[in-house]
């Protein structure tokens, strides 16, 4: 994945901690959920065990099929979290 497009993922998660409209957090899923599928198919490929499982908990949090449903508060950390993940272990997703 080019490394733009994680800064992007980083960026929408730090920007969903705004009091934004609920059409923005659909975007946010969608883009989110795919990055963090793509670096848990990246290091299942590289026979990686753990960072595969941490992003695959991702994957199902931000799953835009079946919304988990939890209070803005712990959204706003799970997003914090997430892109702190994100920026941290780039080097494993990029291309």
């Known amino acids: ?8 993922t ?7 901690a ?4 609920v059409e923005i957090n659909e975007i ?3 883009v989110v959920s795919g990055t963090f599928a793509w670096g ?3 290091n299942f490929m590289q026979k990686k065990l753990l960072l595969p499982l941490v992003y695959s908990l991702f994957v ?3 799953n835009p099929i079946n919304e988990i449903v939890l ?3 712990l959204w706003i950390g799970i ?3 997430a892109a702190t993940l994100l920026l941290i272990t780039k080097k494993h997703i990029a291309e």
């Open 79 to 81: 997003n914090l979290m």
């Open 71 to 73: 209070q803005r508060e």
């Open 60 to 62: 199902i949090l931000f």
């Open 28 to 30: 946010l899923r969608i």
């Open 18 to 21: 705004l009091p934004l409209p």
């Open 10 to 16: 980083i960026a929408l998660l730090i920007v969903a």
């Open 40 to 42: 848990a198919y990246k």
């Open 1 to 8: 994945m080019p490394v733009p497009i994680i800064y992007i």
